[in-house]
């Protein structure tokens, strides 16, 4: 389903009453249509909500403006995660949605995360896959009793390891239920992301699993 709010986006209805919306986040160069199937994959139940980044770099939509790789415009990635915000506010009284936990990929972690930083309503947790810090000094947040998932890639060349420890240093600050992740991978999705986001949604927010996941730590 689409209809026409203030991003460009598509509508899935969920098939279950109580799964999580989610809000797909593309990276760099994706659109509204490139994270559906991993949606579905991870959250086969879930209502999914996907925008489409509204700057473009060189014809490639992302979510806000950078200045080179990993150095991010911050006055734009804090004015791009209000509007993303609001989108979410505008999205949820259309359809329905309780708050989404975000799927972001890369660009789309990115802005996930800073939506959590500064817009903690707007997000009911996030799965991030291979974010990385997106603003310097946010300002304090209140994050308590959101359940962050953050995927890493050991050979990422894209984002550093300390970066992601500090991102998910910054995010358990402020009082997340984070757990960190670092898999055998590069900046690119393997089947391990699916896999471990699926059953991280399933148990660690729908709470459908016997099994608590493990806490921080390589894969
Ligand atoms: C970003 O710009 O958000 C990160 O460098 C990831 C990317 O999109 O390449």
Known sequence: MT?????????EPGRQPGAPPLLLLHGTGGD????????????????????????????????????????????DVGARAH???DFVAEARATYGLAAPLALGFSNGANIAAAMLLLRPEALAGAVLLRGMVPLSNPPAADLRGKPVLLLSGRMDPIVPADNAARLAGMLKAAGADVRHQILPSGHGLSQTDVATAGAWIREAVTGSSSSKPARDGEA
């Open 3 to 11: 209809q026409t709010l203030s991003f460009i986006h598509r509508f």
């Open 83 to 85: 509007e993303l915000a």
């Open 32 to 75: 509204e249509a490139d994270l559906l199937p991993l949606g579905r994959a991870v959250a086969p139940d879930s209502a999914l909500l996907s925008p489409r980044g509204k700057v473009m770099e060189g014809g490639m939509p992302r979510f806000f403006r950078r200045l080179r790789e990993g150095v991010f415009d911050e006055e």
